[in-house]
Structures are given as C-alpha cells and as structure tokens.
C-alpha cells in the first residue's frame, strides 16, 4: 500500500513539474473550409490538432480558441437567426451580423467546435477559449459599454456561461494595451482587476485563468499590464508574454523581482504570425522555461504553423520541451 501510494504521489509530482504546452485555433476562417479537400493549406480543422497529455510528444497539451469578445448588453442571443441552432461564443469565429448568412456560417462553427472539443478532450487534452478583448461591447459586440463594476461582473458571467456550455478548462484573455510611451484611454485598470476578481470567484477553482500580452516591456513602459498583473497575478494561473531575443532576463526581471510574479505562472508566447521566431528563439525559450522553472510555452498560431509546418514544428517544439 505504501508503495502504491508513493507511486502515485510520483506520478503527481511528475505530471505537475511538466511543462505546459500551449497553441491557438484561429477560428475566423472556420466556417469557410470544413471538411474540404480543397481547402487552403493555411486551415485546420480544430480536432485534426495532434494535442493530448502533457508530455505527449506530438503536439500541444492545451487549445486555445480564439477569439471572443466582450459584449455585455444587446448581444447575439437577442438577434435570433433560424439558421443557428446553437451560438458559438460571442465573436467566434466573428461579431454577429458582421458577414453574409452569418446563422449559417456560425452554425457550422459551432458543429465543429462541438465535435473537435470532444475529440482533443478525448486525448487528454484542455481546451480553452480566448478573448481578445476585454472593454465591455454592446450592439452584438458592435459598440462600446461603460466600464463599470457592473460590466465587469457580466463580462466575467458570460465567460463563465461560455466555459460551462462548452465544457471548456479555462479562459486566456490575449491583450494588446499600449507601449512605447503612450498611454490609451480604453484601458482602464479598475476595469481588468474588478473583471479577473470576479471571474476567479465565480469559475470552478479547477478551471484556469491566463493573462497574455503581444508587447513586451518597452523604455520602461508596459501599460496597462504592468499595473494589472501587479495588483491582479494572484487571480490567474499563468501570464504569457512575448518573447522578444535579448529582453528574456529583463522580462522576466519585471516580473518576478519588480511585480512579485512566481516564476511557475510566467510562459512564453512564441508568435509565428507576426514575429517570426527563428529555431534558435524558440531552443531559448524551452531552455528559458527549464533553467528558470516558467510555466510554459504557447504558440500563436496552429493555422499558421499548418501552412507552414503541417503539424511538424509543434512536434518538434513538444520533442525538445519534453525530452
């Protein structure tokens, strides 16, 4: 009995101490091409990504959907289409009413991601969904609402709505903010704590919150990021920032010694769309993220690594960080 039980206590330690293992699913062209042949080599349907276990050597442990958005009054439940018989999350694959025939083309959306969140699921692995905007929207996430507590706590229940329809394990929220010196109003602070405060009291303790930022610390200036990930960190479960070679240690720096961030929340965010990370990048981070105990690594995107790759760099990258 002993025995038994210091095999699974292992058997835990182990699973935990594996890195994790994180790619994006651009859903907006998802409805265009699904089960075609003649599908352009850019898309991929969501259950033909090889994710399952962490550590399994194929691919990624986590799929992150992206992206929805943040509206909170007069949203797409209230425009009813004869053609959708079930809503994908606001803003995914896109905003309502935005594209021709849009019931239609949700519908298939929401079959496929029905049908590809069983299938990765089935592997082993989680799936997330993500929201690239994180203000308050109205009108069909058309408009812009005030931000306000009250906002913040309908945004952070239709989050959680959307992970319990889907049977989904976490929401990432990828933000943009501002750097460089400027400053941008939409951005209000208050806003992102009162919203991650509330989301985290109302999801299930065993579902994930992640906080990820495209823009580095730039001349000392990472606005709004810097403050929320400052007075919010102990509200998610991992903060994903760009990696930029050469800024790895200053980054990090920031975040640990200037924030107060545990080293096992902070990943990497590896953007095949509009960084174009060399080899030699991404063998820095996996190093990075075993050196420095990070939580992981996360890969923007699995369409764009499937133009490009058909699946092979996500091998690789699992082979390196699992070996």
Known sequence: M???????????????????????????????????????????????????????LAG?????????DGCVEKCQEEYPDEFCSKYPPEGVPNKP???DDWGTKFNITSSMMTKGIAALKAEGAKVHLSYDSIHPMQGGGLEDASQ????????????VRNIEEWGLDGVDILYYGGYGGSFYAYTNIGFQHHL????????PPEK????TTVHPPSGGLWYPMEEVISIAHRYMDTINVLYVPGYEDSVLNKLTDELGVPAHKIGWLLDLVTTGHTEEDMLNMVSSIKQKGLRGLSVFNANN???????????TIAEILYE
């Open 196 to 203: 991650l405060k509330d989301l985290r009291q109302l999801l």
């Open 305 to 315: 690594e499937n133009e490009h790759f058909g699946g092979e760099y996500l091998k």
């Open 148 to 159: 306000d507590m009250n906002h913040a706590y309908r945004l952070a229940q239709r989050m």
């Open 97 to 99: 009413r935005s594209v």
């Open 2 to 56: 002993l025995v038994f039980l210091c095999l699974v206590l292992g058997l835990t330690v182990l699973g935990h101490s594996l890195p994790q293992f994180e790619v994006y699913w651009e859903s907006a062209g998802s409805y265009e091409y699904p089960g075609d042949i003649d599908s352009p080599t850019w898309y991929i349907d969501l259950e033909n990504i090889k994710a399952g276990l962490p550590g399994n």
């Open 60 to 68: 990624p442990s986590i799929v992150t959907i992206g992206f929805a």
């Open 208 to 211: 994930t919150i992640s906080y």
